[in-house]
């Protein structure tokens, strides 16, 4: 019998604080019922053992991180959407990073509900190169590229990647201006 108060999002959630506080490999399905003040067995009756968890974790990463990028493009368009999408996704790795690592690792990434977080968080993207009249196959190729610069970017500084005295916001900045000169240069073609 399910304990009542205890759900699945009950669960996710109590495994994202232990995966922000002590790290994504933290979380056991152990860690998560003394969390809860539960018995382990009893999480069973809602995830699917620590697959489940994880799998969760995944899902809520992606939702968090598609919240953060729809509020910095709201009422925005053009460059400025850009560079607003980027900084918050940067953010967002900074703030979580174990929650980031979490929606690179999710178990199965062929889930219909992770492909349904993941697919909203492009339309966000497609909705802010629309400005540009970017449409179908390029507009993928450019969603691409952007998500490839923040990633690449917010893991190498996750990782100390930049141990240099040099601001890394204002590093970032640049290279946002580069990708946006690249792609204003690629629409005179």
Do not use: C, W
């Not at 953060?68 to 940067?90: E, S, T």
């Not at 174990?98 to 199965?108: H, V």
């Not at 490839?148 to 290279?175: C, I, N, P, V, W």
């Amino acid at each position: 019998m399910a304990r009542a108060g205890l759900d699945r999002e009950t669960i996710i959630r109590a495994a994202a604080r232990i995966a922000e506080s002590e790290g994504l490999e933290k979380v056991t399905l152990a860690s998560i019922a003394a969390e809860l003040n539960v018995k382990t067995p009893s999480l069973y009756n809602h995830v699917e053992g620590l697959p489940g968890v994880r799998q969760g974790l995944a899902i809520f990463g992606i939702r968090q991180l598609g919240e953060r990028l729809g509020k910095a493009a709201m009422g925005k368009a053009g460059d400025d959407a850009i560079k607003d999408v980027g900084f918050a996704y940067v953010a967002f790795v900074r703030e979580h990073p174990a929650l980031y690592e979490a929606t690179m690792t999710a178990p199965d990434f062929d889930d219909p509900v992770i492909m349904q977080a993941s697919g909203e968080v492009v339309e966000i993207l497609l909705r802010v190169l629309a400005y540009y009249q970017l449409e179908g196959e390029e507009a993928l190729h450019i969603v691409r590229g952007l998500r490839s610069l923040t990633h690449g970017y917010a893991s190498l500084e996750l990782k100390q990647g930049f141990r240099m005295e040099l601001s890394k916001d204002e590093s970032f900045r640049k290279l946002m201006d580069l990708f946006i000169r690249g792609l204003h240069a690629s629409l005179t073609k």
